[in-house]
């Protein structure tokens, strides 16, 4: 049993990453980031909240740093455009909530937690997702908050290479930030949030705010938020292949994790996820050369890392 | 093995289904609507044409057909307006495809398989999904095609009621269509389409067009398209889930399928599925008083249903 037991993860993307791409300056600054997202949501376990708030809040700090491809860093469509997914599920009732191709929401995790826990539905889209958003009172951002250069000269650097992928690091492509938490009452939650990944089409959706794909929550088992080839976690199933695979096979956290992310790559996708359970054991699997990740474990012993 | 074995099932929504509120005459053309998308997908399947081509061929005759809730019968949102999911999956590659909230493409169905084969994306939704369409020369319809009086007066009862569950038919409410099958090379493919449920709010997406949760096929277990409440069947990941219960509990495919139905029911929906495995068997649980359904087994019978 967990017992009072609590723990969190977080995860900013993976991918291509190596030092040689990264100024002392930019990983110092991401650094600080994912330890900012981790404390607040390990602040809001720590004083006995729930793990929905804690995943919440530390994806809502991911999506105000410009340099995590969520909300503020939101990544350019092939339309010069934003369109931004989010997701949240609660392990205990496994409710949830998401929405897709948001293109004014400052922080489409509140969002998606509205809609979870203000409407009978779990899947807002577009216009109709903005409507909604309006309606609960959330914060709208005007489309230059949304504008960093970084993201616009990765999406000028696409354009120039027509996609070639070899020229590009998989920072200028895509990335996304997400959360997975136990809390001391035993329930588990996930919540993940991205602009997708630079140039691409309007209208597309990623595994983000499919439940069982990108993000998914249950207490029988574990909470999981993942990152990297969308389409191929979707074919996948990936984050509720994670907990099918404990619950139906009784594999471990560890193993169930890995064998998940094994499978995208068989699939052909690259990326990483990341997952806790109801003892809070955390995993941390990703076949890519880095990605963006932290936890606080049930020992209170914190790790941030960006390499492998 | 399934060595030259061929089957296919379909259905046409799951629902408070009764005799006294369907006349002899549009039980008739129900019955006929479903023989006739049961033979288009089963003349592919006897002419050793792939399950994919049977089962898109399928759903397609239910929507053409007013009488089923997906293209020219869908029905209308809270704005007085169509919104339409479909979603298409392969056993063989694990490749999907899967449109959300488009408004005026007569067959979603096509669209959603020209993103599976088109397009490296699995969902694209709204305005993106029909800039998608228009390039690959996909047929529009004018937004009065889809409308049905059967379906305006439904809006209308609805608003009267002020969606008072009890006042109304699952009929006026919802429905989906979808057909899953096995063809002579032992690939199994599942497609699933709905206009969603009367008067709900646009930009909703249910579980339809969402891999794992309405839509699914894996050569190593099962195809799965599930009608129902679709929020419930999202949240349960219902059609991955029964691929799992196969695959990692070793689970018969009827035992599979009705343990899935029965975890929606536990969390408070009502629906049904349609599910095919790789020997040809076939399930069809619903725990509604009424299914329309067919199946043609490995034998050869048909069947059409449409009640318990």
């Known amino acids: 049993m967990s017992a009072g037991k609590f723990a969190i993860a977080i995860h900013g993307g993976a991918g291509t990453i190596s030092p040689d791409k990264i100024t002392p300056e930019i990983e110092r600054d991401l650094r600080a ?9 390990h602040a809001i376990l720590r004083n006995g909240g729930s793990s929905l708030d804690a995943v919440v809040a530390a994806v809502r700090v991911l999506e105000d740093d410009p340099l995590f491809n969520a909300g503020r860093g939101a990544v350019f ?69 949304f504008h960093t250069d970084q993201r616009w000269q990765a999406l000028e650097r696409i354009r120039q290479a027509q996609a070639k992928a070899g020229e590009l690091s998989d920072q200028d492509r895509h990335g996304t930030v997400g959360a997975v938490a136990l809390d001391q009452s035993g329930n588990l939650a996930a919540a993940t949030s991205t602009g997708g990944y630079t140039n691409k089409r309007p209208g597309r959706i990623g595994d983000t705010p499919l439940v069982g794909a990108g993000t998914y929550a249950n207490n029988r088992t574990c909470a999981v938020s993942a990152t990297g080839d969308g389409e191929f976690f979707i074919r996948a199933v990936a984050a509720h292949d994670v907990s099918a695979l404990m619950e139906y096979r009784g594999l471990k956290l560890a193993d169930a994790a890995r064998a998940v992310i094994d499978k995208v790559g068989d699939l052909g996708g690259t990326g990483g996820l990341i997952a806790i359970d109801r003892e809070g054991n955390i995993a941390l699997p990703f076949h890519t050369t880095g990605m963006y990740r932290g936890s606080v474990d049930v020992a209170g012993k914190r790790f941030v890392g960006i390499y492998k």
Chains 1, 2 share one sequence.
């Open 77 to 145: 469509t092939s339309a010069g455009t934003h369109e931004m997914d989010a997701a949240v599920m609660e392990g205990k009732t496994l409710a949830a909530g998401a929405v897709g191709c948001v293109k004014r929401i400052k922080n489409p995790i509140l969002l998606a937690r509205a809609v979870m826990e203000n409407s009978p539905h779990i899947l807002f889209v577009d216009e109709g997702a903005e409507a909604f958003a309006r309606e609960m009172g959330l914060e709208f951002a005007d489309p230059n908050y």
């Open 33 to 41: 980031g994912l330890e900012e997202s981790l404390e607040a949501g």
